[in-house]
Structure formats: C-alpha cells, structure tokens
C-alpha cells in the first residue's frame, strides 16, 4: 500500500476542512502525487536552495488538520518553503532534480531524474498559484 500524496491550494485556516475531505481534488485545486512526505519536501527545499537538511525542516509542517493516529494527515507548508519551491525558475528543474534524485528519501523510493524533474516542475508551478491566490499550500497524506 502505498501513500497517496495531495497538494491542495486553499485558504489559510482550511487544515480542518481538507482533513475531513477523502478526496481534496472535489473540493479545492489540487496537485495528486504518490509517495510524497514531509522529509521528502524538506530535501526538495535543500535542493533548490542549496541550504543543508536538519530535522527542523521537517518539523516546520505543521499538522493542522485530519486525523493524527489513523489519517489522512494534513500538513500547512511553511511559508519560506512555499516561496523557495514557487519561485523556482524553471531552466534549474532538471538540475535540482538531479540534486532531489540522489538523496537517500528519493533513491529509496526509486525516482528517475525525469520523474522527479516533472514532478518538481508541476509541483513549482502549483505552489506559484498557492502564492499568487494569496493562499495557503496543504500536504494531504492518506494511506
């Protein structure tokens, strides 16, 4: 069983709203992934801004919504995040995917340099929204 990933665009204060949804996507504009978790977002972070990984990069996602033993999780990107990965110019996709591939979270996964490029790509272009709506940008977690 794998971990379905969601990336929803929403109001700030929406953590509840999203949590209680089984599927985002009817609700509010929503980028679907598989596999994708907070560690993973926090490496994507260090990648594009060439900052070393701490734990407190992961701890910066906040829970703020669903079900914290049984799920889904909802997690509230922290705003440095959201405008580090929406401001990503898009000549660098393909050299931070590279940088993303190559960590451990990634490898363990089984990425290619493609996948994570298109990936990051969609995922840039999706926080830019979140940013230019004035919104927040959740991480929908269900397993």
């Known amino acids: 069983m794998g971990i379905l990933s969601d990336f929803v665009i929403a109001d700030s204060g929406s953590g509840v709203q ?15 992934a598989k596999g994708v978790e907070t560690i993973m ?3 994507l972070y ?6 070393d ?15 914290k033993d ?4 909802v997690f509230e990107f922290p705003r440095d995040i959201l ?4 401001g990503l110019d898009a000549s660098n996709v393909h050299d931070v995917a590279q940088t993303w591939q190559a960590t451990e979270e990634v490898q363990m996964d089984g990425w290619s340099v493609d996948e994570a490029s298109e990936f990051i ?3 840039s272009v999706h926080a830019s929204n979140a940013v230019t709506a004035e919104r927040s940008l959740y991480l929908w977690l269900s397993l």
């Open 53 to 67: 990984y701490h734990n407190d990069l992961q701890k910066s996602f906040e829970l703020v919504g669903g079900d």
């Open 18 to 32: 999203i949590g209680e949804s089984v599927s985002p996507i009817d609700s509010w504009p929503t980028l679907q």
């Open 83 to 86: 405008g580090c990965i929406a």
């Open 70 to 73: 049984e799920g889904p999780w």
């Open 121 to 123: 790509h969609a995922l």
């Open 46 to 51: 260090c990648a594009i801004s060439g900052k």
């Open 41 to 43: 977002l926090a490496t």
